[in-house]
């Protein structure tokens, strides 16, 4: 079967979070996004605080992580970490709050095209420097520190 992946907002409540994490396991669905964009501008300090609409990029990572380790505490479906990803670092920390994989995109504009390959390349030190032989050892093990 095609995998079918949920996209979530990080505006839930954690009522929503927790019935979003239930039905997306019994619909055998094959994963979460975690997360779509913000209608929220809680503490944005800039030109554009004022403005409507879904905010992304980096004012997003922490709204976001804070979701995503969330969520991994509620459900085993694998999440995809998204929202404000622009280094390896940033990855990292999305890995380690719960995700199986991370995604780019509003950073790609203001780094090129090669942030991809220098965030994969920055992952793999980063992952050696942790002990880790994958990311898949790494998922949840900073879960904590998000919660």
């Known amino acids: 079967p095609i995998p079918v992946l949920l996209k979530i907002a990080p505006d839930l409540s ?21 997360t779509n964009t913000t209608l929220s ?4 300090r800039s030109r554009h605080a004022g403005e409507t609409g879904g905010l992304s990029g980096a004012p997003l990572f922490e709204r976001s992580t804070r979701v995503l380790a969330r969520l991994s505490t509620l459900t085993t479906l694998p999440i ?14 999305k890995i380690r709050a719960g995700a199986s994989a991370v995604q780019l995109y509003s950073a790609l504009a203001y780094g090129g ?8 390349r ?3 030190a980063l992952l050696a420097k942790h002990g880790f032989a994958s990311v898949a050892e790494a998922v949840g093990t900073g ?5």
Request: aromatic share 4%.
């Open 41 to 44: 501008r809680d503490g944005l």
């Open 80 to 93: 995809l970490g998204v929202g404000g990803v622009g280094s390896a670092d940033q990855a990292f920390q």
């Open 14 to 34: 954690e009522e929503e979070l927790t019935d979003v994490a239930e039905v997306a396991t019994a619909s055998g669905l094959s994963g979460i996004v975690a």
């Open 113 to 120: 095209l090669s942030l991809g390959s220098d965030i994969a």
């Open 143 to 147: 879960r904590g520190d998000w919660l």
């Open 122 to 124: 920055g992952l793999d």
